[in-house]
Protein backbone atom coordinates (compact mmCIF):
# COMPACT_ATOMS: atom_id res chain seq x y z
CA UNK A 1 0.00 0.00 0.00
CA UNK A 2 2.94 2.42 0.69
CA UNK A 3 4.33 2.27 -2.73
CA UNK A 4 0.79 2.91 -4.38
CA UNK A 5 0.53 5.77 -2.30
CA UNK A 6 3.80 6.99 -3.34
CA UNK A 7 3.23 6.74 -6.72
CA UNK A 8 0.04 8.55 -6.34
CA UNK A 9 1.21 11.05 -4.44
CA UNK A 10 4.22 11.51 -7.02
CA UNK A 11 1.75 11.70 -10.13
CA UNK A 12 0.04 14.22 -8.26
CA UNK A 13 2.54 16.61 -7.80
CA UNK A 14 3.46 15.83 -11.31
CA UNK A 15 0.50 17.30 -12.29
CA UNK A 16 0.83 19.86 -10.13
CA UNK A 17 4.16 21.47 -11.33
CA UNK A 18 3.40 21.08 -14.84
CA UNK A 19 0.66 23.69 -14.50
CA UNK A 20 2.98 25.88 -13.15
CA UNK A 21 4.34 27.77 -15.69
CA UNK A 22 5.72 31.49 -15.74
CA UNK A 23 2.97 33.54 -17.12
CA UNK A 24 4.08 37.11 -18.61
CA UNK A 25 2.77 40.25 -20.10
CA UNK A 26 4.71 42.16 -22.31
CA UNK A 27 3.55 45.74 -22.42
CA UNK A 28 5.49 48.19 -24.56
CA UNK A 29 4.74 51.47 -26.38
CA UNK A 30 6.18 54.13 -28.43
CA UNK A 31 7.12 56.63 -27.28
CA UNK A 32 8.47 54.19 -24.25
CA UNK A 33 7.99 55.48 -20.63
CA UNK A 34 4.37 55.47 -20.42
CA UNK A 35 2.91 55.40 -17.04
CA UNK A 36 0.64 51.90 -17.28
CA UNK A 37 -2.42 50.60 -15.02
CA UNK A 38 -3.72 47.03 -15.24
CA UNK A 39 -7.27 46.74 -13.71
CA UNK A 40 -7.19 49.84 -12.06
CA UNK A 41 -3.56 49.45 -10.20
CA UNK A 42 -0.63 51.48 -11.30
CA UNK A 43 1.59 48.55 -12.11
CA UNK A 44 4.90 50.49 -13.57
CA UNK A 45 5.89 52.41 -17.02
CA UNK A 46 6.66 51.13 -20.56
CA UNK A 47 8.85 48.68 -21.54
CA UNK A 48 7.68 46.32 -18.34
CA UNK A 49 6.89 42.38 -18.03
CA UNK A 50 4.29 41.75 -15.81
CA UNK A 51 3.63 38.14 -13.91
CA UNK A 52 0.47 36.89 -13.81
CA UNK A 53 -1.58 33.89 -12.46
CA UNK A 54 -5.38 34.22 -14.03
CA UNK A 55 -5.96 34.15 -17.50
CA UNK A 56 -8.69 36.44 -18.62
CA UNK A 57 -9.39 39.98 -19.38
CA UNK A 58 -7.94 43.28 -18.39
CA UNK A 59 -8.20 46.88 -18.35
CA UNK A 60 -5.57 48.91 -19.73
CA UNK A 61 -4.30 51.92 -19.47
CA UNK A 62 -1.23 54.25 -20.73
CA UNK A 63 -0.32 57.51 -20.22
CA UNK A 64 2.59 59.87 -20.68
CA UNK A 65 2.83 63.51 -20.82
CA UNK A 66 2.13 65.15 -24.28
CA UNK A 67 0.46 62.01 -26.02
CA UNK A 68 -3.19 61.01 -25.86
CA UNK A 69 -4.12 58.05 -23.02
CA UNK A 70 -5.10 54.82 -24.31
CA UNK A 71 -7.60 53.04 -22.43
CA UNK A 72 -9.03 49.55 -23.89
CA UNK A 73 -9.00 46.16 -23.26
CA UNK A 74 -7.23 43.17 -23.40
CA UNK A 75 -7.26 39.21 -22.81
CA UNK A 76 -4.00 36.62 -22.17
CA UNK A 77 -4.04 33.62 -24.15
CA UNK A 78 -5.68 30.59 -22.02
CA UNK A 79 -3.47 27.90 -21.13
CA UNK A 80 -0.03 30.03 -22.17
CA UNK A 81 2.85 29.74 -20.62
CA UNK A 82 4.20 31.68 -23.32
CA UNK A 83 4.49 35.32 -22.91
CA UNK A 84 1.50 37.93 -23.83
CA UNK A 85 3.23 40.92 -25.60
CA UNK A 86 1.04 44.20 -26.02
CA UNK A 87 2.70 46.65 -27.81
CA UNK A 88 0.94 50.44 -27.97
CA UNK A 89 1.52 52.97 -29.84
CA UNK A 90 0.76 56.76 -27.96
CA UNK A 91 -0.66 59.38 -30.43
CA UNK A 92 0.56 63.23 -29.78
CA UNK A 93 -2.04 65.13 -27.87
CA UNK A 94 -3.46 67.76 -29.98
CA UNK A 95 -5.38 70.45 -27.65
CA UNK A 96 -6.63 72.02 -30.65
CA UNK A 97 -9.67 73.80 -29.50
CA UNK A 98 -11.60 72.85 -32.89
CA UNK A 99 -10.56 69.41 -32.53
CA UNK A 100 -11.64 68.97 -28.90
CA UNK A 101 -14.82 70.06 -29.97
CA UNK A 102 -15.45 67.88 -32.68
CA UNK A 103 -14.45 65.03 -30.75
CA UNK A 104 -17.23 65.97 -28.04
CA UNK A 105 -19.11 66.43 -30.75
CA UNK A 106 -18.80 62.42 -32.13
CA UNK A 107 -19.07 61.07 -28.24
CA UNK A 108 -22.27 62.39 -28.51
CA UNK A 109 -23.90 61.48 -31.41
CA UNK A 110 -22.52 57.89 -30.39
CA UNK A 111 -24.00 58.35 -26.85
CA UNK A 112 -27.13 59.98 -27.28
CA UNK A 113 -26.44 62.83 -25.00
CA UNK A 114 -27.67 66.00 -26.56
Known sequence: MAF????ICSLVLLLVLAGCGDKVISIQSEP???L???NGREVGRTPILIHYI???NYDVRLERDGYEPIM????TNENSVATNTWVFNLAPRNDD???LLGRARALQNITGDN
Open 4 to 7: AQKI
Open 32 to 34: AGA
Open 36 to 38: VWL
Open 54 to 56: FDG
Open 72 to 75: TEKQ
Open 97 to 99: PEL
